[in-house]
């Protein structure tokens, strides 16, 4: 559904509704050539406002006169909420959370010595 926008109010048309006043203009170099510049109006009234060349910066009920002089718009500067993530410590199939726990709590010089002595046992279980 295409919305088109009103040329002096600036409201949105919807399909089947408004009015398009078309003007042409005469070309000068090409007299065979017509330019036609269309307009669309939501109804009667902006047509008549239009035709009596009326600037909607200075009518209070269009969409124009407001963007101008400011009116509608909420200028609340809200910072921009970001989610967190949020860390969540589970246990691993095989190994409890206090298990996973003491091994980084762990000293490096004892985790140096286990990680040895664990590989002496495999090189024992071998020979």
Same mark, same amino acid.
């Given at each position: 559904?295409?919305?088109? &926008?009103? %040329? $002096? %109010?600036?409201?949105?048309?919807?399909? +089947?509704?408004?009015?398009? $006043?078309?003007? %042409?203009?005469? !070309?000068?170099?090409?007299?065979?050539?017509?330019?036609?510049?269309? $307009? @669309?109006? &939501?109804?009667?009234?902006?047509?008549?406002?239009?035709? #009596?060349?009326?600037?909607? /910066?200075? &009518?209070?009920?269009? #969409?124009?006169?407001? @963007?101008?002089?400011?009116?509608?718009? !909420?200028?609340?500067?809200?910072?921009?909420?970001?989610?967190?993530?949020?860390?969540?410590?589970?246990?691993?199939?095989?190994?409890?959370?206090?298990? &996973?726990?003491?091994? /980084?709590?762990?000293?490096?010089?004892?985790?140096? +010595?286990?990680? #040895?002595?664990?590989?002496? +046992?495999?090189? %024992? !279980?071998?020979?």
């Amino acid at each position: 559904m295409k919305l088109e &926008i009103c %040329s $002096f %109010s600036g409201y949105k048309i919807y399909p +089947a509704k408004g009015k398009v $006043f078309v003007r %042409s203009d005469s !070309s000068v170099l090409n007299p065979f050539r017509l330019y036609c510049r269309t $307009f @669309r109006f &939501i109804n009667g009234k902006t047509e008549s406002y239009f035709l #009596q060349r009326l600037s909607p /910066r200075k &009518i209070r009920w269009t #969409q124009i006169y407001r @963007r101008v002089n400011k009116k509608g718009i !909420s200028v609340e500067v809200r910072a921009k909420r970001t989610r967190r993530t949020v860390k969540h410590e589970r246990a691993v199939v095989g190994a409890s959370w206090e298990e &996973i726990r003491a091994k /980084r709590t762990e000293k490096p010089e004892a985790r140096a +010595a286990a990680r #040895q002595a664990a590989k002496d +046992a495999k090189k %024992s !279980s071998k020979a």
